[in-house]
């Protein structure tokens, strides 16, 4: 491995790092805003949570999927924070 492989490989992980952290931060106010709109109108909230169904649907599904097509270490980097602080941000919410 030379000096320019190490770089990429240490940028690619900086990208996975911001993706997900991006995407964790939106990814618990959507989860937020579906179960309030579930708990107040129940089944009837899912035509009005269609952008934050979306949202979940892309940086769970689609987005990492095409990531880990271009750089397998930024798609590994991207869920691990992903999952790390999205279940963070649930348990914290969930305390209030």
Known sequence: MDFGEIVNLLLYAFSG??????????????????????????????????????????SFFLFPTW???????????YYAVLAFFFNKGLRLNNKK
Do not use: D
């Open 17 to 58: 790092i911001c993706f997900g952290a991006f995407a964790s931060r939106y990814s618990v106010f959507s989860a937020l805003h579906i179960k309030s709109k579930w708990q107040k109108e129940g089944i009837s909230c899912l035509f009005g949570c269609l952008p934050q169904l979306l949202f979940l649907s892309v």
């Open 67 to 77: 990531f880990i097509s271009k750089t397998p270490t930024g798609g590994f980097f």
